[in-house]
């Protein structure tokens, strides 16, 4: 089995997968989401190849599920948010520790559950989607790899803490936007 990732530095063997009863795969969507799919071994061997259909509408929905307003050609009502293909990335795979696998008799497991990203392509000319992020990523590292540049990137955490007094906390409202309606009522050195 080959990785659509011509630069496959890891050949996946089906061998990997003894023991485990699934499989999960997932693709980003444009809001930089994954969404995927738990499998079975059974059916994602089968698919290992050749990709499988994938429902285009990960391309129409915002990240609440709810489709966008504006539809994109790639998904809509009129094509009845078709199927692309998606192809599995086996230079991404790894095992998500905190999801443990059941055994494939059924018991429980200790296995963590195998994780592949997977590719998504149009369904007839075998290309990438343009709405893919992965798809787009890959395109311009290649072109910059022709002109022999490399690219760096640098990711930011950011997390933002504050402390607001008691009077405006509500039990009830844990669930609710008190945290926020304080932070916009008060003062910057009141935070």
């Known amino acids: 089995m080959e990785s659509s990732d011509s630069d496959n530095d890891h050949s996946f063997e089906p061998g990997e997968l003894t023991g485990d009863s699934c499989v999960k795969v997932a693709g980003i969507d444009v809001d930089g989401m994954l969404r995927g799919k738990l499998m079975s071994k059974k059916k994602f061997l089968s698919i290992a190849d050749d990709g499988f259909g994938f429902c285009s509408v990960i391309f129409g929905w915002d990240m609440h599920d709810q489709t966008y307003f504006r539809e994109l050609k790639i998904s809509n009502k009129e094509n009845g948010y078709r199927d692309v293909m998606a192809v599995p990335d086996f230079k991404s795979y790894r095992r998500i520790p905190w999801e443990k696998n059941k055994t494939e008799e059924g018991m429980g497991g200790t296995?963590?559950?195998?994780?592949?990203?997977?590719?998504?392509?149009?369904?007839?000319?075998?290309?990438?989607?343009?709405?893919?992020?992965?798809?787009?990523?890959?395109?311009?590292?290649?072109?910059?790899?022709?002109?022999?540049?490399?690219?760096?990137?640098?990711?930011?955490?950011?997390?933002?803490?504050?402390?607001?007094?008691?009077?405006?906390?509500?039990?009830?409202?844990?669930?609710?936007?008190?945290?926020?309606?304080?932070?916009?009522?008060?003062?910057?050195?009141?935070?």
């Open 111 to 191: 296995k963590s559950v195998p994780f592949i990203l997977v590719d998504f392509l149009d369904p007839e000319t075998k290309k990438p989607i343009c709405a893919c992020p992965r798809s787009l990523l890959k395109s311009v590292m290649n072109k910059l790899y022709q002109q022999n540049v490399d690219a760096m990137a640098g990711g930011e955490t950011f997390l933002a803490g504050m402390h607001h007094p008691k009077s405006t906390w509500d039990t009830n409202q844990r669930h609710s936007s008190a945290k926020a309606l304080y932070a916009d009522d008060s003062c910057c050195s009141g935070i």
